[in-house]
């Protein structure tokens, strides 16, 4: 067992990975969770006596690294799901990844000459690019198709104008996706994918997204590591630029020779008393978008095929329905109900996020009726949560605040800020444990890998437009 104290902030993905590789080496590390369980924004729960996730997770990755870790602590206790989805606009669905009969026959012949025409205008006279997410989509896209399959998503997601939020949101996403890319693998009926954002299978762990980081952290645990539950940390001990170990809710220092930090970034800096006044002022620009989760009971099955639908209807303030009866068996069992869950976006300051649950059920309860997908059936329960940071939102000049806070976070040299919330980067589970496993071969080797440096474009990390 090697000496060092080892201190893991979080028990989401990021931290559980660094926890366990670690473990796996011979190392004795502490987890601090502030949630009563593991898994963090991919955990799964009970509910009415079914399973769910917090919204739709499923795992993919083209990393090797990722997908071993992903299968070894799998084992056999998962499937390969034929992921159905689709877009929900003005009353119609539409297949995504695109399939051209359905979109033909969706949006008329009128409506589909018209987008082709845009899309033409902008193959003669490009848009020039001004760092905009709108701009960015349009020049590929053209804007028609821009309107109906970008805008009014992003803007329900982001709260923000297309032409406020920084195209890096679409070069990581959407990056290598164009049109004739998806027309073509439209033709082809989706085979020989490569693209991330038109993959028609994923992974799913048989007990429910969460079950891998259960696992994972009932491994730490039975090898020599500790994970506290319901212990919010508050920040970091610093000396100068050596950090001497966290700050517990209750203000008590614990000592650690290296501090992994999952918590949100922006918190940790500003309980950091000797942050200099320009590194709070780029900090407080930073900014998180807050998901309010409503779960639906419904009597009946077979309600609609999709895992998920995206909701692109301006009318509705819902941006996306899951549908959890079309994962796994496992996850229902006898049950001859479907648990729905449908999202909404929104700040701190904005009416919603203090709106009492009731109203949040009754409006969610509303909005499903409106589109049909319960088949007329009975609504019999519902529950709300709330997820507070959820995305950090890149608002056009988000890089240079986050630049100056991450130079600063650079000196500590026995620290490393991992995972969504950790290095404001808009992960998902395979990127979070990437930056878990590097964190880990950081502590081995000497922190060789800048993990600042790992962006989600990097190849294996080109998700699709709406996650
Ligand atoms: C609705 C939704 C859908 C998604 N869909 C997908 C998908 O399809 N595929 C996919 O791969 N990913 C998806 N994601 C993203 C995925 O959930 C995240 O990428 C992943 O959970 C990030 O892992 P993390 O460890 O970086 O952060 P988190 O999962 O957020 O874990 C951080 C942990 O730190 C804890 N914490 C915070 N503050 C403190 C503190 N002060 N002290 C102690 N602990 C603290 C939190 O409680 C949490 O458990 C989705 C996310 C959402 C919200």
């Given amino acids: 067992m090697h000496s060092d104290k080892i201190c893991v902030i979080g028990a989401g993905p990021a931290g559980l990975a660094t926890a366990y590789e670690l473990t796996k080496k011979g190392y004795k590390v502490d987890v601090y969770e502030a949630d009563s369980q593991v898994g963090g924004m991919s ?57 051209v009969m359905n979109v033909l026959s969706n949006l008329g012949l009128f409506t589909s000459a018209m987008c082709m025409l845009s899309y033409a205008k902008e193959r003669l006279a490009p848009t020039k690019p001004d760092g905009s997410f709108e701009n960015w989509v349009v020049s590929r896209f053209g804007r028609r198709l821009f309107e109906i399959f970008f805008k009014t998503y992003s803007e329900k997601l982001w709260g923000i104008s297309c032409k406020d939020l920084d195209s890096d949101f679409a070069a990581q996403r959407i990056k290598k996706l164009s049109l004739m890319e998806a027309v073509i693998n439209a033709f082809k009926g989706g085979k020989g994918n490569t693209h991330k954002s038109l993959v028609d299978q994923f992974y799913y762990a ?43 809710e209750n203000q008590q220092n614990i000592a650690y020779d290296h501090v992994i930090s ?74 001859q109900t479907t648990i729905l869950v449908l999202e909404y976006w929104c700040n701190f300051d904005d009416a919603e996020w203090s709106m009492p649950d009731l109203d949040f059920e009754n409006l969610a309860k509303k909005e499903l009726i ?88 990097y190849d294996s990390y080109q998700e699709e437009t709406q996650d």
């Fill in 43 to 99: 955990r799964s729960f009970n509910l009415w006596g079914q399973i769910v996730d917090l919204g739709p997770h499923r795992f993919f990755s083209t990393d090797k690294r990722i997908n071993n870790l992903w299968l070894e602590i799998a084992g056999d206790e998962y499937q390969e799901v034929n992921r159905i989805t689709r877009v929900f606009y003005q009353g119609k669905y539409f297949y995504y990844p695109l399939k």
């Fill in 262 to 335: 999952s918590m949100p970034i922006t918190q940790l800096v500003q309980h950091l008393p000797s942050a200099p006044a320009a590194v709070q002022d780029a900090v407080s620009q930073l900014e998180f978008r807050n998901t309010v989760l409503v779960y639906l009971e419904v009597d009946g099955i077979d309600l609609f095929p999709d895992n998920w639908l995206y909701v692109h209807s301006p009318q509705l303030k819902t941006g996306r329905i899951t549908n959890f009866r079309n994962w796994v068996p496992e996850l229902y069992g006898n049950k």
């Fill in 370 to 457: 409106e589109t049909g997908l319960h088949q007329g059936k009975e609504i019999l329960n519902s529950h709300v949560f709330k997820i507070p940071r959820c995305y950090p939102i890149y608002k056009v000049g988000y890089k240079d605040h986050l630049e100056v806070m991450t130079e600063y976070l650079k000196t500590f040299q026995n620290f490393q800020a991992v995972g969504r919330y950790g290095s404001f980067k808009y992960n998902n589970q395979d990127h979070s444990l990437l930056m878990g496993i590097l964190a880990a071969e950081n502590i081995e080797n000497g922190y060789a890998h800048n993990l600042w440096d790992i962006n989600t474009d």
């Fill in 206 to 248: 048989n007990g429910g997204t969460g079950q891998i980081y259960e696992k994972m952290a009932a491994y730490v645990a039975q090898n020599g590591g500790n994970i506290h539950l319901s212990k919010r940390i508050h920040g970091l001990s610093v000396d100068g630029t050596v950090v001497k170990g966290i700050i517990d």
